[in-house]
C-alpha cells in the first residue's frame, strides 16, 4: 500500500528564517508526486508537480525537489502569508493518489 | 474562468440518512476525483471519474458511490450514515485522466449527529 509520511508535524518560523519540509513515500510505481497548500476551512491549492528524481521547481519563496524516496520543500525568506498547512501527496498505479497528513507552517512577523 | 464549485457547503443529517453532494468541474476539465478529509488528517481519496467511467477508488465502503453526468459535473452519495462520515468533503477537477495538476473545490463540510 502506498505511503507518504511528512514531518515535522508542525514549524514555527521567524519572517525570514528559511527552512525545508520532508515529504518520505513509499509507492508501486511513482507517475507522480504533488505538492498543495491548505489554508483553514479552505480546499488545497495546487503548487507543483514532480515526476522523476532529480526533477526541481520553483514558484516565488517555494522550491521542491524530488529523489526516489523523498521530497523537500524548501522555504526561502518566509513571510506571514506562507502560513498554511503544505500537504503532498504520490499518485501510484490504479489512479490513486495518497495524501500525507501535513505540515503546519506559521511563520511570525 | 469559475474554479471547481462544490453544494452544498454544510450539511447536517442524522445517523442512517442518505446523503449526496454535488460538485461542478472547471470548464474543459474532463475528470473529477472526490475525496474525504477529517479534522487534522491529509485528504484520503474516495473516486475518480473520467469520461463519465470510474477510473479509481479508494479504500471506502459500498455505501460510497458516485456518478458523473455528460456534463461532467458529479455526485458523491454516501447512504446510511455513520457518525464516523463526519467530515470535509473535496471535489478535484483536472483536463485528463493521467497525472496532472488538480483544482480543489471549498469542500461541503458533512456533520452527522
Known amino acids: 500500500e502506498d505511503q507518504v509520511t511528512q514531518s515535522p508535524e508542525a514549524l514555527r518560523l521567524q519572517e525570514g528564517e528559511s527552512s525545508s519540509l520532508n515529504c518520505s513515500y513509499t509507492?508501486?510505481?511513482?507517475?507522480?508526486l504533488f505538492w498543495y497548500r491548505q489554508d483553514p476551512g479552505k480546499g488545497p491549492e495546487f503548487l507543483f508537480t514532480l515526476y522523476s528524481a532529480g526533477e526541481e521547481k520553483e514558484k516565488e519563496r517555494l522550491k521542491a525537489t524530488l529523489t526516489k524516496k523523498e521530497s523537500f520543500l524548501h522555504i526561502t525568506a518566509p513571510k506571514p502569508e506562507d502560513s498554511a498547512t503544505y500537504l503532498c501527496?504520490?499518485?501510484?498505479?490504479?489512479?490513486?493518489?495518497?495524501f500525507g497528513t501535513g505540515t503546519k507552517l506559521q511563520v511570525i512577523p | 474562468d469559475a474554479g471547481v464549485t462544490q453544494s452544498p457547503t454544510h450539511l447536517i443529517k442524522t445517523r442512517g440518512q442518505q446523503v449526496t453532494l454535488r460538485c461542478s468541474p472547471i470548464?474543459?476539465?474532463?475528470?473529477v476525483s472526490w475525496y474525504q478529509q477529517v479534522l487534522g488528517q491529509g485528504p484520503q481519496f474516495i473516486f475518480q471519474?473520467?469520461?463519465?467511467?470510474?477510473?479509481g477508488r479508494g479504500n471506502f465502503p459500498d455505501r460510497f458511490s458516485a456518478r458523473q453526468f455528460p456534463n461532467y459535473s458529479s455526485e458523491l452519495n454516501v447512504n446510511a450514515l455513520l457518525l464516523g462520515d463526519s467530515a470535509l468533503y473535496l471535489c478535484?477537477?483536472?483536463?485528463?485522466?493521467?497525472?496532472?495538476?488538480?483544482?480543489f473545490g471549498q469542500g461541503t463540510r458533512l456533520t452527522v449527529v
Open positions: 470548464s474543459g476539465h474532463k475528470s
Open positions: 478535484a477537477s483536472s483536463r485528463d485522466r493521467g497525472v496532472t495538476e488538480a483544482f
Open positions: 501527496a504520490v499518485h501510484g498505479g490504479y489512479q490513486k493518489v495518497t
Open positions: 509507492v508501486s510505481g511513482l507517475r507522480g
Open positions: 471519474y473520467y469520461e463519465k467511467e470510474e477510473r
